[in-house]
Structures are given as structure tokens and as C-alpha cells.
């Protein structure tokens, strides 16, 4: 079975620049998360979405940060102007309802930005 | 204080010995508890759950102690395999998921 699909894998971009990230959660999942992590700060969440709806986005940074999700397979995490502090692991993770609440979760690979 | 908080190691560990680390939450209305590995340059993936009573899967133990807040995990005859970083993840009393820094372990041979 597929898991969780991220796109790219790893992206070098200068500071200014447009990112956009993407994101295939597993098929039938109802909550899907967008993660990022650093050494100095490890796993910080930035958004999380339950049935395709945004519920928290109390974690992303700044202005500069978007999410979306325009349906169910797919979720895209953008970043405009990037910064060479965004440079981080982004990691797109998606889960089952358990008792009403998210169960474990799968991450994909993450996608690795360096912003120069 | 963090609200999830663990030693970041390293915690250079040989072969076959028995590991164990802990991780401290300061929400006392926590609601769930749970272990994640990760390893180097990769994903986190899920270890195991912690109930209440405690829990074991093979050579992991996984334990919760709700008065001193803490839960804790072991590892015994430990495999280089087992070389990676746990993530110890708390749900909170919103249903939220704090993960804390991670405690590295380095099981040397």
C-alpha cells in the first residue's frame, strides 16, 4: 500500500523565492498535518486539517506560510517570500479517526528545503 | 517549562544491555501517550502506545506514571538495529499532539 507521498524530496532556493510543497495523504485518512523540523526547535506543527477543513493553524509562522487542501489525495504548503530560516524538514502526515480523535500517525519522507 | 521534555542523549548504549529513558509532561490532563522512532534523515514512525497499566511488545516495555508524570521506556538486549531517536508524543487535554525534542540512543557493537 501506498503511504504518504510528499513532493519534492529535497528543494535548494534562493531567499525571495516561491515554495510550494506537496502532499498525497493515504487514501481514506481523515486528518492530515503538515509538520516542521530543526535541530534547535525539533517537531513543531504547523496546520492540521480534518476532513479536508483547516482546524488549527495556530503554528504557522507568519504570514508567508499557506496550506491548503483542495480535497481529500492532496494538500500543498507554500511559502512566499521564502527565508534562509525556513530552511527545515517538512513533513506531511496523515491519520485515521480513533475514537473520535486522530490515531497514529504516518509521515511521509519529508521534503527537505534549504533556502540560500 | 517545556511541556513535554526529555534528555536529548546521546545515550551510547553496547550491545545486548538494557536501555531505559524517560520523558516528563507537565499537563496533568494528558489524555494519551505514545513512543515514536526515528531514525537518521528519515521519517517518525510509530513505536508504541502507553496505557496505563503499562504495556510490552516484544523488547520494548512502555510505562506511564501519572502522579510524577512521566513515561518511560525499555529497551533490553539491545540490537544495533535499535540505534535511532524516540520521540515521546503526549495528547493534551485538547486533543492536541506535543511531541517532545527526542532522546538519542547509539547502540554500539
Known amino acids: 500500500d501506498a503511504g504518504v507521498i510528499q513532493s519534492p524530496r529535497h528543494e535548494v532556493t534562493e531567499m525571495g523565492q516561491e515554495v510550494t510543497l506537496r502532499c498525497k495523504p493515504i487514501?481514506?485518512?481523515?486528518?492530515l498535518f503538515w509538520y516542521r523540523q530543526t535541530m534547535m526547535r525539533g517537531l513543531e506543527l504547523l496546520i492540521y486539517?480534518?476532513?479536508?477543513?483547516?482546524?488549527?493553524d495556530s503554528g504557522m509562522p507568519e504570514d508567508r506560510f499557506s496550506a491548503k487542501m483542495p480535497n481529500a489525495s492532496f494538500s500543498t504548503l507554500k511559502i512566499q517570500p521564502s527565508e534562509p530560516r525556513d530552511s527545515a524538514v517538512y513533513f506531511c502526515?496523515?491519520?485515521?479517526?480513533?475514537?473520535?480523535?486522530?490515531?497514529?500517525?504516518?509521515f511521509g519522507e519529508g521534503s527537505r528545503l534549504t533556502v540560500l | 517549562r517545556k511541556e513535554v521534555e526529555q534528555d536529548p542523549g546521546p545515550f551510547n548504549v553496547p550491545e545486548g544491555a538494557t536501555v531505559a529513558f524517560n520523558c516528563t509532561y507537565s499537563n496533568s490532563a494528558s489524555q494519551s501517550f505514545f513512543w515514536y522512532r526515528q531514525d537518521c534523515r528519515k521519517e517518525p514512525k510509530l513505536l508504541m502506545s502507553v496505557y496505563s497499566s503499562g504495556n510490552e511488545d516484544g523488547r520494548f516495555t512502555a510505562q506511564l506514571n501519572r502522579a510524577s508524570q512521566y513515561i518511560s521506556l525499555l529497551i533490553r538486549d539491545s540490537k544495533l538495529s535499535d540505534s535511532a531517536t524516540y520521540l515521546c508524543v503526549v495528547m493534551d487535554s485538547n486533543y492536541q499532539l506535543i511531541w517532545g525534542a527526542g532522546t538519542k540512543l547509539i547502540i554500539k557493537p
Open positions: 502526515a496523515s491519520s485515521l479517526v480513533r475514537g473520535g480523535l486522530p490515531g497514529e500517525l504516518f
Open positions: 487514501s481514506g485518512h481523515d486528518y
Open positions: 486539517f480534518n476532513n479536508n477543513v483547516p482546524i488549527d
